[in-house]
């Protein structure tokens, strides 16, 4: 299994000259966590049938709208895909955030003030009506579909499957599996409910054939360890999130935002078994409104045949 990173460090570099690193470094909106990053990976994947080599995967997750983050880091980051030339969008899961303490909003640290004054339950309402609005003015050719994560589960979890129903260009999938086929070739994508907060159910189980291959998204990266020992060999590639790459990573200590078990799993790619797995830091930020040698990230996924 071989990785290729192509990811315009630009933004954070001072390079110059890639338009959409250009682009992504106007998401940057205070300083405070950062500019994303667009990083780009080839994923090699034995027998991938004919009709998918070079099928392109926008990823998105950890979004966490809410007074941290302001709905133009959502806008700009499906621009910025939109303008990839992708094939389908996959969302990694936590759409929400909502922070309790008043400490950093008296400290300055409100991007959003959209949400400011509401109650939880109508922040919560707001939030996945909002969420779910940007994303679905979105199109990619094979639509949009997502997992749900924990802030989910943790903020009026029934609102937000009743709010994505309105929104039926985004399909989230619990123990689902969403197939895309081309020419009688089959993608395969299961996308499980949150490992910690929610009942993840495995996947149908499916052999390895030469005119279908497995993706899995897990929003939480511990899943995978978890379903490894249950299933021999379950998917071909894994999408998570939820780790937000540590989000407050210091030299020598690492980071700081610790919410897995598995630190293989703590951020990009690693080979497991027969397949590879690959966690996003995301977009959003929870617990402190900021990263801090760490970027916010979006990725792409260009399948090959290994
Ligand atoms: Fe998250």
Redesign the pocket.
């Known amino acids: 299994m071989i990785s290729r990173r192509t990811f315009l460090r630009n933004a954070l570099l001072g390079s110059s000259g890639v338009a959409a690193g250009l682009a992504i470094n106007d998401l940057r909106p205070d300083g405070y966590t950062g500019s994303p990053i667009l990083e780009e990976h080839r994923i090699d994947i034995v027998d991938l049938p004919p009709a998918f080599q070079g099928y392109r995967i926008g990823f998105l997750t950890?979004i966490?709208l809410g007074i941290w983050v302001p709905q133009s880091w959502l806008i700009e980051a499906l621009a910025a895909l939109q303008r990839r030339d992708l094939d389908l969008l996959i969302l990694g899961g936590?759409y929400i955030y909502i922070n309790a303490s008043r400490a950093w909003q008296s400290a300055g640290a409100v991007r959003n003030s959209d949400y400011e004054s509401l109650s939880r339950p109508e922040s919560a309402a707001a939030i996945y009506r909002d969420v779910a609005t940007i994303i679905s003015r979105a199109s990619f050719p094979d639509g949009i579909i997502g997992v749900v994560?924990n802030?989910e589960h943790w903020n009026y979890y029934p609102l937000f499957i009743k709010t994505l129903k309105d929104f039926p260009s985004i399909k989230i999938l619990i123990n689902e599996e969403h197939s895309i086929s081309r020419n009688g070739d089959h993608l395969h994508i299961f996308g499980v409910d949150d490992y910690v907060t929610g009942i993840p159910l495995p996947p149908p189980p499916r052999e390895r054939t030469k005119n279908s291959s497995r993706l899995l998204i897990s929003h939480n990266p511990d899943y995978i360890p978890a379903i490894l020992q249950q299933r021999n060999d379950p998917f071909d590639f894994a999408m998570c999130?939820?780790t937000?790459g540590g989000q407050i990573c210091l030299p020598v200590l690492g980071g700081l935002l610790i919410q897995i078990r598995d630190n293989r799993f703590m951020e990009g790619l690693t080979t497991v078994d027969k397949g590879s797995v690959y966690t996003s830091r995301?977009l959003?930020v929870?617990g402190l409104p900021f990263r801090f040698n760490c970027p916010a990230e979006i990725t792409i996924f260009e399948l090959q045949r290994a």
């Open positions: 950890d966490h936590d994560g802030h999130g939820h937000h995301g959003g929870v």
